[in-house]
């Protein structure tokens, strides 16, 4: 896996925290969608948390060329973090010859 300061993302834009997620494997392929308030709003199997379940993962969303993206950041943090950022705007670093390939800052 490689860091934020990759080689691989060299690109950099500006991006929203617009949520938040208990897995980001399962969020960034399609079998969870994002909490709203804490609540879980679909069911998927293999759902877990980190920490007893006092973590999130940010959820973020930025636009490239038109294109709008969103993901679950790869690292968790403590749930009352992540809702405080929620509408924050954060440094988005991706890779050109995939724009779906991205990290965040946190």
């Known amino acids: 896996m490689f860091g934020f300061g990759s080689k691989k993302y060299t690109a950099t834009t500006q991006g929203?925290?617009?949520g938040m997620c208990l897995n980001a494997h399962n969020f960034n392929n399609g079998l969870e969608t994002e909490l709203d308030?804490?609540?879980k709003v679909s069911v998927s199997i293999g759902i877990s948390s980190a920490s007893g379940g006092s973590s999130r993962y940010p959820v973020f969303e930025?636009?490239?060329d038109g294109q709008t993206y969103r993901k679950?950041?790869?690292v968790?943090?403590?749930y009352g973090s992540v809702k405080k950022k929620i509408g924050s705007t954060?440094?988005?670093?991706y890779n050109?010859?995939?724009p779906a390939d991205a990290k965040m800052k946190f």
């Not at 954060?90 to 670093?93: H, K, L, N």
Request: aromatic content about 4%.
């Open 62 to 64: 930025y636009t490239v």
């Open 96 to 98: 050109p010859a995939d």
């Open 37 to 39: 308030n804490g609540v």
């Open 76 to 78: 968790a943090h403590n």
């Open 72 to 74: 679950a950041s790869g």
């Open 16 to 18: 929203t925290i617009v």
């Open 90 to 93: 954060v440094e988005v670093r």
